[in-house]
């Protein structure tokens, strides 16, 4: 007999249906949170099978029980645990442990891509190309490469796994897995996520209104509280305010924090761990404790959300040789203008400020941190134009 302990997203879930492809009804699969996964280990250790070969994907376990398996191991029992993210690579120690962040140079892994190679490896699973396309979609899902190869198929699948129930996903994907030899979603499937594509836009354009930033562990945080579609809105947010280090999404209910970045030079894993969580460089989680809650929900309560920059301007715009104008809550207007190729000087409310910048991002990044700016509207430069004009004629 076989066991699947896996998380309980699309990349784990996957998981639990390659197992069942190749062990049919000889194996049992659970999927559970990250929180989750340590009391069923335990429970395995302590009341399952010595006999049952237990499989660990997607998720890792914690001191205690790293200890334990090894002991488990040691004594003849059979486990691997297969994962891909960063936090576990310690856990490759273990002749039961093997954890892979990227299967080659530029080519990240998911606990799915892993655990077929080793199904095939071990002679589980002989190769099939809609199962090698499935597993496919999901490693460009978990890793977020989809998006960098316009593979929305790949979103499609995730997007999809949200709408049916877990059992129901589990079934429909076996069944096209067992026969076809393409992957494909049916008619009903098609309609129903282009549905769900215009409900998750809205969706986010909604929550882009609701982003408020702060200075956290010397990160600025986007922070946003969001049940649902917490991937794609890391991802939007990020690019939309891509002044701020990091997205922290904020789910109360599950009283969990999941930390999103775009950013190559920011790794939110680091961030996760000072509040005792975990993941990858770009997306990670972690609880949200009492510290986390007085730093993301307490301390910000009462800041105003950030502002979109204008995005239908024709003069003003980013980077311009005419400089351009940002604008705040309490209506101040900064003029971010270049001094020579290598120099950017700031104007506030027509008045020369101190500060210079090396670059406009840096100066654009230091107005929007720091006098939480956004980029005016046409109509606002053209009269902050004039109105210089005029104190010139005065002067
Ligand atoms: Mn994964």
Redesign the pocket.
Known sequence: MYKLLS?N?L??VSCGILARLAFGPDVSVRYNSISGLNQEVEWFLENGDPNTFLFIT?LSVNEENEAKLNQFYQAGGKVQLLD?HKTALHLNDYKWGHVVVEEKEGRPA??TSLFYDYLLKHGHLTHSAVVAEFVELVRQY?TWEWERLGNRKAQRLNALFFLVSMDEFEEAMLSRLKTGDQFFFNEFEEKLLDMEERKTERYIRRKKREVVQAHIHDQWAGIVHAESYHSELGNELSKEFSHLDYIAILSMGSKRISLRTIHDSVDVSRTAGLFGGGGHAKAAGCSLSAEAFGLFVTDVFGHEPLREDAKRNRYNLLDSSFGALYTNRQEDSFLLYPLSPEQWGLEQNHKQRSETFSSFEEGEHFLKRHETAWLARDEVFVQYLMDAKKRAEVH
Do not use: E, R, V
Request: glycine share 12%; hydrophobic share 10%.
């Open positions: 998380h997203d990349d784990g997607d891909h998911s606990a978990d």
